[in-house]
């Protein structure tokens, strides 16, 4: 034991080296798994935004039922994490996670979860809603008992039934604003639900050895690389026609129309890529070039701008 947490545990006054301080502090950050937040908020800001009556809600609860949709995701990431730790600790891409790694107790992150759950449910009904609050408790209640805790180590339609709870933060943003849900929340809740598994099965070719290794049943693992290519391009042919299902509404204009399209025609060539390729027959592992890795980058970028694009057509470009 150091000098210096000696004096922290007798009372002295000695400070920690701020670089120590820091790593903590991302430690706890990580918990909240801050990559699949960034998608998370920047969907509920952009169901928010698109929701009639957004721009006169007073900034400041626009805000607070961002932040709350923020604080909700990571809630559900850190008891997801606490749930998953003995499985994070066997995969090459998990093991170095604070649970894992030691660096955090199990318990601790468990009551971090629960706590910031709670809050950020409590704080969304009393400035915003009480719908707003109930989906927001049941995206969270959704990732953590049905996906994470029933789901995931029992099928590999884990990612198919368990993309629900990703796909409710527009729903959620939608309803902060006007109190109800409407066909609009649906259709952006449908879109989100069908770029899941495209997404996330084109991560698990790429992460096969790790999965197998955990013992979870994702899709490469029990049915196989070539059937996991084809239900990449299955359920990418399915989700380029309900991309465009804003627009045929009457609730988004031809920019986006046009947006989607092309976007859907590129995600549309990095599926038959994947599906085409063959360099995870056999038991081979995929190249850092791989196809798979390729369609899993491009799929982040489309939902981003996708949905980006849908937003400044109804704010910019107004039908």
């Not at 004096?7 to 990580?30: C, N």
Request: charged share 15%; aromatic share 10%.
């Amino acid at each position: 034991m150091s000098d210096t947490a000696l004096q922290r545990g007798q009372g002295g006054t000695a400070p920690l080296p701020a670089s120590y301080d820091m790593s903590e502090v991302r430690d706890w950050i990580a918990l909240l798994k801050p990559r699949v937040m960034t998608l998370v908020v920047f969907s509920g800001v952009v169901g928010l935004l698109v929701a009639p009556g957004a721009l006169a809600m007073p900034p400041v609860l626009s805000i607070t039922a961002i932040l709350c949709i923020a604080v909700a995701s990571g809630a559900a990431g850190a008891i997801n994490m606490w749930f998953d730790r003995d499985i994070d600790a066997v995969m090459r891409r998990t093991a170095k996670r604070p649970i894992p790694a030691g660096r955090i107790a199990p318990a601790a992150a468990l009551a971090f979860g629960i706590w910031l759950s709670v809050g950020s449910v409590s704080v969304m009904w009393v400035a915003t809603n009480l719908v707003a609050a109930g989906i927001l408790a049941l995206s969270i209640a959704f990732y953590v008992f049905v996906y994470t805790m029933w789901l995931k180590r029992r099928t590999p339609q884990n990612i198919v039934i368990g993309g629900a709870a990703g796909a409710f933060p527009p729903v959620i943003g939608w309803a902060a604003v006007t109190g109800d849900v409407t066909l609009v929340p649906i259709l952006l809740f449908a879109i989100v639900f069908a770029w899941t598994p495209p997404h996330f099965w084109a991560l698990a070719l790429w992460a096969h050895d790790d999965y197998a290794r955990a013992g979870v049943p994702m899709l490469p693992v029990t049915a196989g690389a070539k059937e996991t290519r084809r239900q990449v391009m299955i359920y990418t042919a399915l989700l380029v026609p309900l991309s465009l299902t804003p627009w045929l509404v009457g609730f988004a204009g031809p920019v986006y129309a046009i947006v989607a399209a092309v976007l859907g025609a590129m995600f549309l060539r990095h599926a038959l890529a994947v599906l085409r390729d063959q360099q995870d027959e056999a038991g081979r592992s995929l190249t850092k070039d791989a196809p798979a890795k390729a369609c899993f980058r491009f799929s982040l970028y489309y939902l981003f701008v996708l949905l980006g694009a849908l937003a400044i057509d109804r704010l910019v470009l107004p039908t």
